[in-house]
């Protein structure tokens, strides 16, 4: 059964402690990105990958860091750094750089900092 | 910059009612345009796209059709029904000529809620 698997669904940790969130997909596809969503700001854009190794920032990368060393997985680490990190963190992939292919979403991470 | 600006909600109808989510973009070149949905607790899912002007894509009872000389992409459902009640997000991929920017980018969201 072929998608996007985020985990685990609901994540809490204490301020001033890094976290690190799963994203794992079996669809072969080449490119992954991390959204966060916040209500009322639509998605914004944390980082993505276009092929294993590579990466580049997206709107909002500080506070952020992630990996690529398998197609299969996008980890993203949220630091210390990132000032508001309680959000609503989506995972996302693309078959490949076409204009008209679309986004496949993981059902999300819900991660609260307290 | 290529940006998307969706109508603010909340929008509330009820059963059977004409549904209309207005989405405006601004965008250099020809830009593939997509509406995506979430239900509560979930990720997004394409709901329709259009990849050139007059394009007109359509899914599950939702219609909407690429107007470039208007920059629109407007949602529109005939008859919304209960289990419609969602939020939904106008997106564009901003590159187009067959290129991608290789993200898409996103309005703020309408939630929508459907009465019975």
């Known amino acids: 059964d072929g998608g996007i698997t985020q985990s685990p669904k609901y994540l809490f940790r204490k301020e001033g402690q890094n976290v690190t969130l799963s994203c794992e997909q079996n669809?072969?596809?080449?490119?992954m990105y991390w959204y966060r969503q916040d209500p009322g700001q639509g998605l914004r854009l944390i980082y993505y990958?276009?092929?294993?190794?590579?990466?580049q920032k997206g709107d909002i990368a500080e506070g952020y860091s992630v990996s690529r060393e398998k197609k299969e997985s996008f980890p993203l680490t949220v630091t210390s750094a990132q000032k508001n990190p309680t959000a609503f963190y989506l995972c996302?992939?693309?078959?490949?750089?076409?204009?008209?292919?679309?986004?496949?979403f993981g059902n999300g991470t819900r991660l609260t900092v307290t | 910059g290529n940006s998307v600006t969706q109508m603010e909600g909340p929008v509330t109808l009820s059963e059977e009612a004409f549904l209309t989510i207005n989405c405006t973009y601004t965008?250099?070149?020809?830009?593939?345009l997509f509406w995506y949905v979430q239900y509560p607790g979930e990720g997004l899912q394409l709901l329709l796209k259009?990849?050139?002007?007059?394009d007109k894509g359509s899914n599950k009872g939702f219609e909407a059709t690429y107007r470039k000389e208007t920059t629109s992409f407007h949602l529109e459902k005939g008859s919304v029904q209960v289990s419609d009640s969602a939020v939904y997000f106008c997106?564009?991929?901003?590159?187009?000529?067959?290129?991608?920017?290789?993200?898409?980018?996103f309005g703020k969201g309408t939630k929508l809620s459907v009465k019975p």
């Open positions: 990958s276009q092929i294993v190794n590579d990466f």
């Open positions: 996302a992939t693309k078959r490949d750089s076409s204009y008209n292919s679309p986004l496949h």
């Open positions: 965008a250099t070149g020809y830009p593939s």
């Open positions: 669809l072969n596809h080449d490119a």
């Open positions: 997106a564009l991929d901003g590159l187009g000529y067959g290129g991608s920017q290789g993200n898409l980018i």
């Open positions: 259009a990849t050139k002007a007059d």
